[in-house]
T-cell receptor, first 112, second 114 residues
Framework: GENVEQHPSTLSVQEGDSAVIKCTYS??????FPWYKQELGKGPQLIID?????GEKKDQRIAVTLNKTAKHFSLHITETQPEDSAVYFC???????????FGPGTRLSVLP | GAGVSQSPSNKVTEKGKDVELRCDPI?????LYWYRQRLGQGLEFLIY????????KSGLPSDRFSAERTGESVSTLTIQRTQQEDSAVYLC????????????FGQGTRLTVV
């Protein structure tokens, strides 16, 4: 089955700096890769996703890159703000009924 | 409702008691997932339902855990003879179709076994 690893487990950055979180997956059949943000006491919320036919996707300060050959994908947050502080989860899924498999999460702290 | 609804939001139970957790998915979503999240940890897959197909129960940790879903509507997760290690937040999510597009999460049920 699919296995998703995520690094780093914790990340602290100064406000205004960039943050990068990396994930690797094991199943070459996976073709959908969402990123979720979980704030304290809340359920995870999708912030951006990418499909395997695309190498990069950007939405304002957030971007995701995908390298299918190497089976890794990354989340990039630029110009970080204190409200970006949360736990971020990557996930992988395929079209054929496989469930979403989540990475272990990264706790991001943006220091003012 | 507009989102995934879970009830109760908090549940405190005595060790050995049975509990039922409820999830109301978004209307029209055929896929429904249950995850367990221990304090400060990631999302542990428990079970998922896709339409009328047999559910994938591969993540259920023991035979004390079971889940049901009627058609494409409400799902209940039942934990029998609760143990202290069952204490966690239980999250439900639904999506239009498994592995296709955004999975929307509920707020979770925080279960505390004392």
């Amino acid at each position: 089955g699919e296995n998703v690893e995520q690094h780093p487990s914790t990340l602290s950055v100064q406000e205004g700096d960039s943050a990068v979180i990396k994930c690797t997956y094991s199943d070459s059949a996976s073709n959908y890769f969402p990123w979720y943000k979980q704030e304290l006491g809340k359920g995870p919320q999708l912030i951006i996703d990418i499909r395997s036919n695309v190498g990069e996707k950007k939405d304002q300060r957030i971007a995701v890159t995908l390298n299918k050959t190497a089976k890794h994908f990354s989340l990039h947050i630029t110009e970080t703000q204190p409200e970006d502080s949360a736990v971020y989860f990557c996930a992988a899924s395929d079209n054929y009924g496989q469930n979403f498999v989540f990475g272990p999460g990264t706790r991001l702290s943006v220091l003012p | 409702g507009a989102g995934v609804s879970q009830s109760p939001s908090n549940k405190v139970t005595e060790k050995g008691k049975d509990v039922e957790l409820r999830c109301d998915p978004i209307s029209g979503h055929t896929a429904l997932y249950w995850y367990r999240q221990r304090l400060g940890q990631g999302l542990e897959f428990l079970i998922y339902f896709q339409g009328n197909s047999a559910p994938d129960k591969s993540g259920l940790p023991s035979d004390r855990f079971s889940a049901e879903r009627t058609g494409e509507s409400v799902s209940t997760l039942t934990i029998q003879r609760t143990q202290q290690e069952d204490s966690a937040v239980y999250l439900c999510a639904s999506s239009f179709r498994t592995g296709q597009g955004e999975a929307f999460f509920g707020q979770g049920t925080r279960l505390t076994v004392v």
